[in-house]
């Protein structure tokens, strides 16, 4: 079974978050052939606070706003599936997308 990374980068989105965790924890695929990823993107709301409720995700936390675009670039290159046995599945809010595998970044 191949085994992806979905990626999710946030931006005050303590209201919708949660749904979007929990309808993805009921995808019927083995736990342990995903991870997700959720970069907060410089959140000053109780995004962070939602998301550390879910233990089974990884959070990324960013400093301060970087973009849509840098997040989840940050989010691609941290995820712990490697590139040669995995898809990466990013998830922009309700929207979910398949991208193609990319390398890692060096170092």
Known sequence: M???SIVIPVYNE???ISGLLRSISKLEYPLDAYEVN???DGCTDGTVSVVRGFPWVHL???PKNVGRYEARRTGLWRRSI????SS???????RICLLPS??????
């Open 2 to 4: 191949k085994k992806i």
């Open 14 to 16: 303590e209201y919708f």
């Open 38 to 40: 959720v970069v907060s």
């Open 60 to 62: 990324i936390e960013l």
């Open 82 to 85: 490697p590139t040669s046995c």
């Open 88 to 94: 990466m599945l990013a998830a922009l809010w309700s």
């Open 102 to 107: 990319t390398d890692r970044a060096p170092g």
